[in-house]
């Protein structure tokens, strides 16, 4: 908000120049922001990691845009549709189903945002499907698995697991409103945070497997 006070006691001319500007960025971030996601169709897990870091970075930029969050989430779910889209092609009937679930849930949140452009929502209806899409990519990468779940006890650790800090980086965003990417110990924190809650999944999977198959 500072940077519109400081915009508005500008000359006209550089109040043009300012805007044209940022028009520019806009128009190469929304190419960006939909080139990315595209990647997903041939390489899931290469493609999602592009795509959230162009999501990351891109408010460096054009952060102080005043429609910036609704043309951020408008983004989002094309990004997060296409993740979607790609794992509708899961072998795995749970994680297959949580992924709907938790997609068509944030979703939701999102048209809910849009209609009444109350940022709390997104905090309500957290971007879990995010989380879940990348850790069954990377667990199906280690693990050469196919399948992550083989009971409803390994669906509610994992989803806990990872549900958390994307519930304390919901908080910080829409409630607290602040931006991670321009707060480098915000940056960090809630990096490690998700590496944690990675560890934490991927060990009690361990932890659960190895409790079954000593009980078989």
Same mark, same amino acid.
């Given at each position: 908000?500072?940077?519109?006070?400081?915009?508005?006691?500008?000359?006209?001319?550089?109040?043009?120049?300012?805007?044209?500007?940022?028009?520019?960025?806009?128009?190469? &971030?929304?190419?960006?922001?939909?080139?990315?996601?595209?990647?997903?169709?041939? &390489?899931?897990?290469?493609?999602?990691?592009?795509?959230?870091?162009?999501?990351?970075?891109?408010?460096?930029?054009?952060?102080?845009?005043?429609?910036?969050q609704q043309w951020?989430?408008?983004?989002?779910?094309?990004?997060?549709?296409?993740?979607?889209?790609?794992?509708?092609?899961?072998?795995?009937?749970?994680?297959?189903?949580?992924?709907?679930?938790?997609?068509?849930?944030?979703?939701?949140?999102?048209?809910?945002?849009?209609?009444?452009?109350?940022?709390?929502?997104?905090?309500?209806?957290?971007?879990?499907?995010?989380?879940?899409?990348?850790?069954?990519?990377?667990?199906?990468?280690?693990?050469?698995?196919?399948k992550l779940f083989t009971?409803?006890?390994?669906?509610?650790?994992?989803?806990?697991?990872?549900?958390?800090?994307?519930?304390?980086?919901?908080?910080?965003?829409?409630?607290?409103?602040?931006?991670?990417?321009?707060?480098?110990?915000?940056?960090?924190?809630?990096?490690?945070?998700?590496?944690?809650?990675?560890?934490?999944?991927?060990?009690?999977?361990?932890?659960?497997?190895?409790?079954?198959?000593?009980?078989?």
């Open positions: 908000h500072n940077s519109y006070i400081h915009i508005s006691i500008l000359p006209f001319s550089y109040k043009r120049l300012y805007f044209k500007s940022m028009g520019i960025n806009i128009v190469i &971030w929304t190419i960006l922001r939909l080139a990315g996601p595209l990647l997903i169709l041939r &390489w899931p897990l290469a493609g999602a990691i592009i795509s959230i870091n162009l999501d990351l970075i891109d408010y460096q930029f054009i952060g102080i845009w005043p429609h910036y951020d989430k408008l983004l989002d779910i094309f990004f997060l549709g296409l993740c979607f889209y790609s794992s509708l092609a899961w072998k795995d009937v749970l994680a297959k189903r949580l992924s709907i679930i938790s997609y068509l849930y944030r979703l939701l949140g999102v048209i809910l945002f849009f209609i009444t452009s109350r940022e709390w929502l997104l905090f309500i209806f957290p971007n879990f499907f995010e989380n879940f899409f990348f850790f069954y990519l990377f667990y199906s990468k280690l693990s050469q698995a196919n009971n409803n006890k390994i669906v509610v650790v994992v989803s806990l697991s990872l549900l958390l800090p994307k519930l304390l980086q919901e908080y910080y965003m829409h409630i607290l409103k602040h931006s991670i990417t321009t707060n480098r110990f915000a940056e960090m924190l809630f990096y490690f945070l998700w590496i944690f809650a990675v560890l934490l999944a991927m060990i009690s999977l361990k932890l659960i497997h190895r409790h079954d198959h000593t009980k078989s």
